[in-house]
């Protein structure tokens, strides 16, 4: 029994911490809100670009051609149609569907406001998205002015999922032209679009009559199975003029993210946010643990007397800065979770908790708390026992 007492290891750092109830709470609010301010900047940030290729991910395509001239989808420029039936001359290209992409004024039918809606137009007989059913639903669009309306778009375009589900007539003005809802569609909207629709070529060019008819923004090609994407995109960039540039679907989804990444302020913005969150958690873990170690002294002197070594002494320290990065990291994560589903039901943007994400900024509060310990272990090693008695 003796011997079980002799190897049992006392909690030193834990009962330091646990000591004095309020500091620990505080320094635990602290690393929350700090855990909490990551979060939310990495998840506006991640999910800004992910919500920027919403509809570009459900493309049913193996590589797409777009003008030179387009910076991104929100400035889209169109090419020649020709260039899409050229391509079909390679022997890997087994289909090809030609789309127009623009933003039109869409009016709410309930509050008669206008707001910008980025329409899609191609051929109801071609294949555009990978979704099953849309072949189905875009049969209604052979009808001239008829539209798929995304149903997950913002409310400010109007109850017209909600009116189509009741079986009612939904009519309304699209560029000053009248349209008919004939079906509903599920994208979700993108950064640079609060919603979507989709209608024919035809109807698109007679909303639009200043795009020529022989021009599109979007070439989707789909290869045969078992080609190589990018040995393609090598030998149509050769063969085809230099007024289209040669894509894989990868490429032109990361081409969108490059252009928010790269081309605005927004990203380094949320990056800041982020980076400032991890500061200010230092700095509270820091005035925590530092007053710890100052308030405990004579305690640790009198250890060292005993003949503890310095280098178990700085492990208490250190195991303080890892009980406080894990317990300030769950109700962070918790309240990540709650934040997120707060903000895809306000906005409808994809900002959701992956565990790169997670795993990421737990890295950081533990680095935050460590780095915050490693400091507040300078005030342990510059005591002297015999200068605190």
């Given at each position: 029994m003796?011997?079980?007492?002799?190897?049992r290891?006392?909690?030193?750092?834990?009962?330091?911490?646990?000591?004095q109830?309020?500091?620990?709470?505080?320094?635990?609010?602290?690393?929350?809100?700090?855990g909490?301010l990551m979060?939310?900047?990495?998840?506006?940030?991640d999910?800004?670009?992910d919500?920027?290729?919403?509809?570009?991910?459900?493309f049913?395509?193996?590589?797409?051609?777009?003008?030179p001239?387009?910076?991104s989808?929100?400035?889209?420029?169109?090419?020649?149609?020709?260039?899409?039936?050229?391509?079909?001359?390679?022997?890997?290209?087994?289909?090809?569907?030609?789309?127009?992409?623009?933003?039109?004024?869409?009016?709410?039918?309930?509050?008669?406001?206008?707001?910008q809606?980025?329409?899609?137009?191609?051929?109801?007989?071609?294949?555009?998205?990978?979704?099953?059913?849309?072949?189905?639903?875009?049969?209604?669009?052979?009808?001239?002015?008829?539209?798929?309306?995304?149903?997950r778009?913002?409310?400010?375009?109007?109850?017209?999922?909600k009116?189509f589900?009741?079986?009612?007539?939904?009519?309304?003005?699209?560029?000053?032209?009248?349209?008919?809802v004939?079906?509903?569609?599920?994208?979700?909207p993108?950064?640079?679009a609060?919603?979507?629709l989709?209608?024919?070529?035809e109807t698109?060019?007679?909303?639009l009559?200043?795009?020529?008819?022989g021009s599109?923004?979007?070439g989707?090609?789909?290869l045969?199975?078992g080609a190589?994407?990018?040995?393609?995109?090598?030998?149509?960039?050769a063969?085809?003029?230099?007024?289209?540039?040669?894509?894989?679907?990868?490429?032109f989804?990361?081409f969108?993210?490059?252009?928010?990444?790269?081309?605005?302020?927004?990203?380094?913005i949320f990056?800041l946010?982020?980076?400032?969150?991890f500061?200010v958690?230092c700095?509270i873990?820091?005035?925590?643990?530092y007053?710890?170690?100052?308030?405990?002294?004579?305690?640790?002197?009198?250890?060292?007397?005993?003949?503890?070594r310095?280098k178990t002494?700085?492990g208490?320290?250190a195991?303080?800065?890892?009980?406080?990065?894990?317990?300030?990291?769950?109700?962070?994560?918790?309240?990540?979770?709650?934040l997120?589903?707060?903000?895809?039901?306000?906005?409808?943007?994809?900002?959701a908790?992956?565990?790169?994400?997670?795993?990421l900024?737990f890295?950081l509060i533990?680095?935050?708390?460590?780095?915050?310990?490693?400091?507040?272990?300078r005030?342990?090693?510059?005591?002297?026992?015999a200068?605190?008695?």
């Open positions: 003796s011997g079980f007492w002799q190897r290891r006392i909690p030193l750092a834990w009962l330091l911490l646990s000591r109830p309020l500091r620990l709470l505080v320094a635990l609010a602290g690393i929350c809100f700090a909490i979060f939310m900047q990495l998840g506006f940030r999910g800004l670009f919500a920027s290729v919403t509809v570009h991910r459900l049913d395509a193996d590589l797409v051609l777009m003008s001239r387009s910076m989808s929100i400035s889209m420029s169109g090419f020649p149609r020709r260039r899409l039936v050229q391509s079909m001359a390679h022997p890997d290209v087994q289909g090809i569907t030609p789309v127009n992409w623009n933003f039109l004024l869409w009016r709410n039918p309930q509050t008669l406001t206008t707001r809606i980025l329409a899609l137009g191609f051929e109801p007989g071609d294949s555009l998205f990978t979704d099953p059913e849309l072949a189905a639903k875009a049969k209604a669009l052979t009808s001239r002015g008829r539209v798929l309306f995304d149903q778009s913002r409310n400010e375009f109007g109850p017209i999922a009116w589900d009741e079986g009612r007539i939904v009519e309304t003005e699209l560029a000053g032209k009248r349209v008919r004939a079906g509903l569609v599920s994208l979700g993108s950064f640079g609060d919603g979507n989709l209608t024919s070529r698109f060019l007679d909303l009559p200043s795009n020529p008819p599109i923004e979007i989707l090609l789909r045969r199975p190589d994407p990018d040995a393609v995109v090598r030998s149509l960039t063969s085809l003029p230099n007024d289209v540039k040669v894509f894989t679907k990868e490429a989804i990361e969108e993210k490059n252009y928010w990444r790269s081309s605005t302020s927004i990203g380094f990056s946010g982020a980076a400032m969150g500061v958690g700095v873990v820091y005035q925590i643990l007053t710890d170690v100052s308030d405990h002294l004579p305690e640790y002197a009198t250890l060292m007397a005993m003949g503890y310095l002494l700085l208490v320290v195991r303080e800065g890892i009980f406080l990065a894990v317990m300030g990291y769950v109700p962070a994560y918790a309240a990540g979770q709650a997120y589903a707060l903000v895809r039901s306000s906005t409808k943007l994809p900002v908790m992956d565990l790169p994400r997670a795993v900024v890295s533990l680095t935050m708390c460590m780095g915050s310990a490693v400091l507040a272990m005030r342990l090693v510059d005591a002297d026992p200068e605190i008695f």
